[in-house]
T-cell receptor, first 117, second 114 residues
Framework: EAGVTQFPSHSVIEKGQTVTLRCDPI?????LYWYRRVMGKEIKFLLH????????ESGMPNNRFLAERTGGTYSTLKVQPAELEDSGVYFC???????????????FGSGTRLTVV | AQSVTQLGSHVSVSEGALVLLRCNYS??????LFWYVQYPNQGLQLLLK??????LVKGINGFEAEFKKSETSFHLTKPSAHMSDAAEYFC????????????FGTGTSLTVIP
């Protein structure tokens, strides 16, 4: 089966521009997660979708970040306008298990490296 | 609140030597514990997990970790390092009863010297 796919793998944009990251989860996985790793720091949770609904968006840093998952399949994470501190690696993950999926581990994508200059 | 500390952002070992990557956690409730590995240009891959069964957990590629509640530790070990083990390793926790997200450490980059 195909894994979690993220696009693009790298993106370099100027401060103030808009960038949209995409995540295609494993087919049939209802749970989709976004995480971010800022350089040298820990990987931090951003939000969690169950199908098309936002289950938990407590980790979203501010209202410049907008995540969507129309139709409960792929998800996009838009940053508008981008700031320098948004640079980092954005990971997407998916899981098919109901209840407490974190307890069993997710399948992660390879991430999108975002550089804001 | 959950937090994870990984001592040593960079660890170097000789090929064939013991690998020891340290992880300590703080948690107000019993956690589930994980080690993930990221090889260059790849996603995070689950190495092993502790979910309240045996305290010594065996994972893929010869790695294992031992949950020590008294020390709040979950160190990762491998008896003999191989060149292919060079990667970044992340320790993570989730809450056993309510967990739906991981709390990661800052990662340890492992270099294997031939």
């Amino acid at each position: 089966e195909a894994g979690v796919t993220q696009f693009p793998s790298h993106s370099v944009i100027e401060k103030g521009q808009t960038v949209t990251l995409r995540c295609d989860p494993i087919s049939g996985h209802d749970n989709l997660y976004w995480y971010r790793r800022v350089m040298g720091k820990e990987i931090k949770f951003l939000l969690h979708f169950v199908k098309e609904s936002k289950q938990d968006e407590s980790g979203m840093p501010n209202n410049r970040f907008l995540a969507e998952r129309t139709g409960g399949t792929y998800s996009t994470l838009k940053v508008q306008p981008a700031e320098l501190e948004d640079s980092g690696v954005y990971f997407c993950a998916s899981s098919s298990l109901h209840g407490k999926p974190a307890n069993y581990g997710y399948t992660f994508g390879s991430g999108t490296r975002l550089t804001v200059v | 609140a959950q937090s994870v500390t990984q001592l040593g952002s960079h660890v170097s070992v000789s090929e064939g030597a013991l690998v020891l990557l340290r992880c300590n956690y703080s948690s107000s409730v019993p956690p589930y514990l994980f080690w993930y590995v990221q090889y260059p240009n790849q996603g995070l891959q689950l190495l092993l997990k502790y979910t309240s069964a045996a305290t010594l957990v065996k994972g893929i590629n010869g790695f294992e970790a031992e949950f020590k509640k008294s020390e709040t530790s979950f160190h990762l070990t491998k008896p003999s390092a191989h060149m292919s083990d060079a990667a970044e390793y992340f320790c993570a926790v989730s809450e056993m009863n309510t967990g739906n997200q991981f709390y990661f450490g800052t990662g340890t980059s492992l270099t294997v010297i031939p």
